[in-house]
């Protein structure tokens, strides 16, 4: 977090793929207006005419630190994250030029989050030591969140990738989120070190070695640790982290949905509605993922940031803070530096 | 089911390893005395004298179906799945013993589920044409259950097991729970076929051979689908399996913790007391595992089932009671036959 909580010190604007995600520019034009209002200068990329039609909706952008870098092309949801190659003038592919170029601190995107990963590692490489960059994500959990990777980048890994994953991810806490000393938890089938799959064995022999020499290893986690938050950081292979992911986020939706149900008898009278509406909001917010606003691609040598292409205005804005805060902590220098060979 | 639900026609007895599970002898005598009540004979394996005093406290047992079978040795929980070799006094060994001489129509036990996988394997086998057993369990769903293997007996996996339990698990529905023709998902990282890790490339393609020839195929699900109830079962690797396992547990109870938190104030008034407390009581019930009982050893030539260490009387005689009906319905005949090479 920066010294001054909300308000960052950013003067590079960050590039916002404007047209990206399920709902297109208006979510995001208007998370950009209230990032803009809390003093992060955004350029919005997308169809030029389109865009400034949609800040025209909003009284007193004109005099925001916006701007609209056009794009007449986009990559739809539906299309091959390897449609991005060649496709110079797709939105995402503008983003991560700006941030190539130096013209912007960092590129967010709503959008094909395949497409968005192809084009951050085409245009912007990786930082020195990382074989595979992985998608850093945080769920809630009972300390308050916990920081799992990868959610899908990888779906086939080698040991060596979840060791440097969890550097990385350290690097972040530390520099993003000012945790000083997390821990990192290894998902596994059973605490002990001898249990798991071939790729976990070796992996946990790896960070063993790590412990105390950039990371801070607690040891073997299991499912259950992820909602109690027993570390502070979990890594994982991209395929069971995207099973992990998408299955905490629809159970959450199932669990709520029969806890409503159940309670639906007392949501019709006025007192039973008094008494229990509030708490289910008050959870609602809990478990909302536009809080996090996006996950970061972890390791590519620059900063990009994947989000929720059913993202509302909320989570693009605090996509836009969270990346605002990356670039002042100059989060990709710390990463060099934390992986460069000794 | 049977025909008349509840009421199971077994009369070969379960062997069930009483002293296994956190609690001891207590939930496994109470369960079993239970399971004797709804018509299931059963032999209460332990030691002679604790379980004859654990009878004791219920009165009328005596004329119950229950005898003890003398076993003086125990795998404790801390111990190593491969300690069960040439532990022939261990109660696990006894119960699977009992099953492969003809005397039990099937092994339940609440203990040490690596050394219950290994005692059934050695002293039962395998069926012809399953190169790995694996263990099935149920989760809730919005549909009522999900059938999700394998849940830990396997870390690491070839697509032919994925493909193997498929087949497995499509004619235990049909035999033990009623389902005439069940759908069968791959858990993936995405719908498309051609997304996912190399093993679920694979196994996409043997399962899409199999469709209509013992199976249903649906194609790939994701983490989201298992709580919606999208298929009826849901194939995976050990490791993934266990994981979402855990996960699934671990996210409900913090989830309704949550829950009961937020609704502190309503739970504390009077009224608040009345509209939320059988809404709550009626929810734990669905989640609870206990419903289900037992996870069943498949693929084992012979029935076993292991349960919760923290199963309680309920949790074990519904697994008793699976366990007669998985024998009155002649599972691992029905099993061979399905898998036979034609």
Redesign the interface.
């Known amino acids: 977090m920066s010294a001054e909580p909300g308000t960052p010190k950013t003067t590079l604007p960050i590039a916002l793929d404007a047209v990206g995600g399920d709902h297109g520019a208006a979510p995001n034009v208007e998370g950009a207006v209230q990032a803009a209002r809390a003093g992060v200068p955004v350029l919005l990329v997308g169809p030029r005419v389109a865009l400034h039609a949609e800040l025209g909706k909003h009284p007193g952008s004109a005099s925001l630190p916006l701007d609209v870098v056009d794009a007449s092309d986009v990559i739809g949801m539906e299309e091959h994250a390897s449609d991005v190659r060649g496709r110079t003038g797709a939105s995402i592919n503008v983003c991560t030029r700006l941030v190539k170029e130096g013209r912007a601190a960092a590129a967010v995107s709503m959008g094909h989050s395949g497409a968005t990963m192809a084009s951050a590692l085409l245009t912007l490489g990786r930082v020195r030591g990382v074989d595979r960059p992985a998608i850093l994500t945080h769920l809630p959990?009972?300390q308050g969140f916990v920081t799992l990777l990868d959610v899908?980048a990888n779906?086939?890994v080698k040991a060596a990738y979840l060791a440097q994953w969890a550097r990385l991810a350290t690097v972040y806490l530390r520099v993003v989120e000012d945790r000083e000393n997390p821990t990192v938890g290894l998902?596994?089938?059973g605490e002990e070190p001898h249990?798991?799959?071939?790729l976990?064995l070796e992996a946990h022999g790896l960070l063993r070695e790590l412990h105390g020499h950039g990371i801070n290893f607690h040891g073997n986690v299991?499912?259950?640790?992820?909602?109690?938050g027993t570390t502070d950081i979990v890594v994982?292979d991209?395929?069971?982290g995207?099973?992990?992911?998408?299955?905490?986020?629809?159970?959450?939706?199932?669990?709520?949905?029969?806890?409503r149900e159940?309670?639906g008898?007392?949501l019709k009278?006025k007192?039973?509605g008094l008494?229990?509406r509030p708490?289910?909001r008050?959870?609602a917010e809990?478990m909302d993922p536009s809080t996090y606003g996006a996950s970061i691609l972890i390791g590519v040598r620059g900063l990009a940031f994947i989000g929720h292409g059913s993202a509302d205005a909320r989570a693009v804005k605090n996509a836009l803070l969270r990346a605002a805060r990356a670039h002042e902590a100059d989060l990709i220098a710390r990463l060099e530096a934390a992986l460069a060979p000794t």
Not at 195 to 198: D, E, L, Y
Not at 247 to 254: H, S
């Open positions: 959990s009972k899908g779906a086939d998902l596994s089938i249990k798991g799959s071939q976990v299991e499912g259950r640790d992820l909602f109690q994982t991209g395929f069971t995207n099973v992990v992911l998408k299955l905490a986020e629809g159970e959450a939706k199932v669990l709520f949905g029969w806890v159940a309670l008898g007392s009278t007192v039973g008494l229990v708490a289910l008050g959870l809990r």
